[in-house]
């Protein structure tokens, strides 16, 4: 499996960006896509994922402000971020899991500041 992501950048406080992750390779039906981030000298939190069956889940500090979907035809999870903060600066990285393995994709760098 392999993840490529994209739509990271420079941004405003307040404002938004998306990012978006297609997934390729031998994929499976039942999966949970999610996205992750990373400040350097922390540990990768997670940000958000979506289950296969559209379950989606969000860590408490971005519930209400980020989006996360999946177009299942193109293999592709998109990560809505909008009212984003400094705080919210960092790689995000995107995660696919299936049958008990975890796939990562190279991180895209957010950055949020005036």
């Known amino acids: 499996v392999q993840l490529q992501a994209s739509g990271g950048g420079l941004v405003q406080p307040g404002g938004s960006l998306r990012l978006s992750c297609a997934a390729s390779g031998r994929l499976y039906g039942a999966n949970v896509m999610g996205w992750y981030r990373q400040v350097p000298g922390k540990q990768r939190e997670l940000v958000g994922t979506?289950?296969?069956?559209?379950?989606?889940n969000y860590a408490e500090s971005v519930r209400g402000r980020f989006a996360i979907s999946r177009d299942r035809a193109k293999n592709t999870v998109y990560l809505q971020m909008n009212s984003l903060k400094p705080e919210d600066t960092a790689a995000y990285y995107c995660?696919?899991?299936?049958?008990?393995?975890?796939?990562w994709g190279l991180g895209t760098q957010v950055t949020v500041s005036s």
């Open positions: 979506i289950v296969s069956n559209g379950f989606v």
């Open positions: 995660k696919y899991s299936a049958r008990g393995i975890d796939y």
